[in-house]
């Protein structure tokens, strides 16, 4: 990139951070003592609001940065995300969000200890969103390295560096100054910024084609290299059987994966009523509903204008496709438009990983302090320390997630949180949903569900070629890949429910029918509920 590229996206860049910044500092001048207004913002903000920062937290560097790389490089095979992510807020809308509400307080924990031992359930839930949420994170730490890198061009493995860091250490302050009030103004200004930024790629890509999409796809098929192929099913998960069941299993995670995301529950917490949350969804499914749409037209763009050979040059695993395609659409490298496009969206990916990253990080020191600490420690434990712990653990978090994104740092990032939710949906959904429906649940089966699919997934990502066994895994010199498949979902999944039934079944502890009847109450009608 040129100077003039590098200036104007460092000064953007500049400009959403003291934005940000000056939000978290407005915020933290308010009380921030009380567990309800850290975890949850004083529970103050309208359906409207938590949508657009539902569609904020969602809206992540993997879908505007990998699903349109996938997309450029793969056909048809990437639209597998775009659908994915889209379908999976139907679950979330008629299975979890009004009923999460109800039930819980601040955390996936609170919906499950309703009516179980909490001390074990606590244990099991809590590192179970710990483990996903620093999954998440990876993914965005590694997007905003390719980000920089880009920006940056020769000193790219220094500046993947530095922007791990730097993306790490802006994530802590946001979350431990500016608790849930600040990520969620955070999330609702990149919301904006976002959708400002896909709505005019997508505007200028359709124009350079006349509206005809079908010359764009056909433009796409003949720079791709593979002709109709690219068009088709098959050319990334198509090849043989172990592909085809990789395909099976990547969808089955994206579908269900989003209902047990600890960030994206923990939304739900943030507005007066179960009502309010549901109609939370309603505006998010609409906002992230045009956001996926556009990206298959930002994939194919890229795809026909940049070429895949190019977007492959920049960046292996196809993370940089939009910014190179926002700057062809402004006229080239050496142009004015060009270099102002690619600074705005270069500016808007990285305000993205800013957001989304604080959304997690939230999360995840939620469960550390609200589900690890209070329940390890039992006395003494008051809202005043909670929240410090939470405060403390959002580092921790942080220089877990920097290690880790600089380790991952050449994979593509939707596929790495294709990963994040393979182990929410493994983990996570099976003990929700047994939780609120299943009248014979019991403490062992909610134990055993959690870790029943979480030790599986985690333990199958690592015997994988993700890790080891191909030049493209994190250890390339390495090959112990005994399971073949790269998204562990479609066995990690059926054994999280397998381990809750069996745990539940051989279980001598007799159901708590009356606390599972009061339950059943407050979740469906919200009595008694916080």
Same mark, same amino acid.
């Given at each position: 990139m040129t100077d003039n590229h590098q200036t104007l996206a460092l000064l953007l860049f500049s400009a959403f951070i003291a934005l940000t910044l000056g939000i978290t500092t407005w915020v933290s001048r308010r009380k921030q003592g009380s567990a309800e207004e850290f975890y949850a913002g004083g529970r103050l903000f309208s359906p409207m609001e938590n949508g657009f920062a539902i569609a904020g937290d969602y809206m992540s560097a993997a %879908?505007? /940065? +990998?699903?349109?790389?996938?997309?450029?490089?793969?056909?048809? #095979?990437g639209l597998l995300y775009s659908v994915g992510f889209l379908v999976a807020w139907l679950v979330v809308l008629l299975l979890v969000a009004e009923l999460v509400r109800n039930c819980g307080r601040f955390t996936l924990a609170d919906v499950v200890a309703a009516r179980m031992s909490e001390r074990p359930v606590r244990i099991a839930a809590g590192t179970s969103s710990v483990t996903v949420s620093v999954l998440y994170l990876v993914a965005q730490m590694v997007g905003a390295g390719s980000l920089v890198a880009l920006l940056l061009g020769s000193t790219g493995a220094a500046a993947q560096v530095w922007a791990v860091i730097? =993306? @790490? *250490?802006?994530? !802590?302050?946001?979350? %431990?100054? @500016? +608790?849930?009030?600040a990520t969620t103004w955070i999330q609702i200004v990149k919301a904006v910024l976002l959708l400002g930024g896909t709505v005019t790629l997508t505007v200028l890509v359709l124009v350079r084609f006349h509206g005809d999409f079908d010359q764009l796809l056909r433009t796409a098929a003949d720079r791709s290299g593979h002709g109709a192929a690219f068009l088709a099913p098959g050319l990334k998960y198509g090849g043989d059987w172990t592909a085809r069941f990789d395909f099976m299993s990547l969808g $089955?995670? $994206?579908v269900l994966g989003t209902a047990g995301l600890p960030h994206i529950l923990s939304r739900f917490y943030t507005v007066p009523t179960a009502r309010a949350a549901r109609r939370s969804v309603v505006w998010s499914i609409g906002l992230i509903g045009g956001f996926y749409l556009m990206t298959i037209v930002l994939g194919f763009g890229a795809a026909a204008i940049v070429g895949p050979d190019a977007v492959r040059d920049s960046n292996a695993a196809g993370n940089t496709a939009v910014p190179l395609l926002a700057? #062809?659409?402004?006229?080239?490298?050496?142009?004015?438009g060009g270099t102002v496009l690619f600074a705005v969206v270069a500016a808007v990916a990285f305000a993205t990983i800013l *957001? =989304? !990253?604080a959304g997690i990080t939230?999360?995840?020191? *939620?469960?550390?302090?609200? #589900? /690890?600490?209070a329940t390890l420690r039992r006395k003494g434990t008051t809202p005043r320390s909670e929240v410090a712990v939470a405060r403390i653990a959002a580092v921790g978090v942080g220089v877990v997630a920097i290690a880790l994104g600089l380790l991952a740092r050449d994979l593509n990032v939707a596929f790495l949180v294709g990963l994040a939710f393979a182990v929410a949906a493994s983990a996570n959904l099976p003990v929700l949903l047994y939780s609120l429906f299943w009248r014979r649940f019991t403490t062992r089966g909610a134990v055993w569900s959690v870790y029943g699919g979480l030790?599986?997934?985690?333990l199958l990502v690592v015997l994988s070629p993700v890790v080891s066994g191909t030049p493209a895994s994190l250890v390339p010199g390495a090959d112990f890949d005994v399971f073949p498949l790269q998204n562990p979902g479609l066995v990690s999944i059926p054994l +999280?429910? $397998?381990a809750g039934w069996l745990g539940t079944v051989t279980s001598t502890e007799a159901p708590d029918e009356a606390r599972h009847a009061e339950t059943e109450v407050r979740s469906l009608t919200g009595a008694g509920a916080v």
């Open positions: %879908s505007f /940065l +990998g699903i349109s790389g996938l997309i450029a490089l793969f056909g048809y #095979d730097g =993306v @790490g *250490a802006l994530m !802590v302050i946001y979350v %431990s100054l @500016g +608790g849930m009030r $089955l995670a $994206l700057l #062809d659409l402004g006229g080239g490298a050496d142009s004015t *957001a =989304v !990253v939230l999360a995840s020191s *939620a469960s550390v302090a609200h #589900d /690890l600490y030790i599986p997934a985690l +999280g429910f $397998l």
